[in-house]
DNA sequence: GCTGAAAGACGGACGTC
DNA sequence: GACGTCCGTCTTTCAGC
């Protein structure tokens, strides 16, 4: 990890499409350098993938919101069940674990409000362990998720 | 949007290096009615752009959290105040607007709890027109930010 | 909407330090 | 072990049909 790599990874966070050649003339290094450098940086696990943002609401997904799950008591690897249960859901668009309680937050997506109260209604009152659930409607992302800055050494 | 248009964004978000003859297999459209409709739902904007995603805890962003923000009362479009400020500052990967109080979620990133409490202390509580903050500690990303289903019509 | 040809990018192999 | 150059192959792009 020197000043190449951090450069190859700022670069290629906000545009995956640019060429090595591109890199090359950004870095400064050598084209077969860059082609490399990024071979070993998705080896390393740095790139975890690439991914085409698609616009919710341009397809119809208009309805954004958080859910806050409170789970019942058990053993924890018994959380699992939940996740893999959840992360079954297509409507369910990340899964993020907490340090308290509640103790997960699932972002969904539906076409609609009525759409929601089914999911939630249903399938999400019915995944494993779920003790309660409480929901935040989001009504915008004034900052999408965005290309972290990488720190130096 | 017909089938082939869905089934090149379902094929591209997951995987937006797939070559247009890849695209040409997987829709049975021809290679270039792929060319043209990729072209077409870049420009029309169901295609946001494309991203890397980058492993934080392999470049050592190790310290994930929610910042759920209240703000003072105040004229609404003065709301932009706070958005703006809080995108100035690389530790928040992204911002949720909410339909109650807190009215903003921030998801960020630090190396470690130290500079958590710096960005939470300093940084965080002095944005414009902020009242209160609370944070919730992310744990993990059982399922990260994936793939959305393309609703058929 | 399809086909073919030209330009360009990629990926590997080799030689050098 | 890392770098730089070269070359074959695949991809993209744009023309004409």
């Known amino acids: 990890m020197d000043e ?3 450069a190859i990874l700022n670069a290629v966070q906000s545009n995956p499409r640019i060429t090595l050649a591109g ?22 696990g740095y790139i975890a993938g690439y991914r ?8 119809g997904l208009t309805f954004h919101a958080l859910v806050f799950v409170a789970l019942a008591p058990g053993p924890v690897d018994r959380f ?14 990340e899964v993020l674990r907490l340090s308290g309680r509640p103790e997960y937050v699932l972002r969904v997506m539906t076409s609609d ?10 399938q999400l009152s019915d995944l494993p362990r ?3 659930l409480r929901s935040e409607l989001i009504l915008g ?13």
């Not at 090359?24 to 450098?37: G, N, Y």
């Not at 699992?80 to 668009?93: C, D, N």
């Open 80 to 93: 699992e069940e939940f996740e893999q249960a959840a992360s079954l859901l297509p409507e369910v668009i």
């Open 141 to 153: 992302v004034p900052v999408p998720a965005r290309a972290i800055a990488i720190p130096s050494p």
């Open 23 to 44: 890199l090359a003339a950004l870095t400064k290094a050598t084209l077969s350098t860059c082609h490399r450098r990024l071979r070993r940086l998705e080896d390393a």
């Open 130 to 132: 779920v003790a309660s």
């Open 113 to 122: 409000s009525a759409g929601f109260n089914i999911l939630y209604d249903f």
């Open 4 to 6: 190449v790599d951090t």
């Open 52 to 59: 085409a943002i698609i616009d919710p609401e341009r397809v």
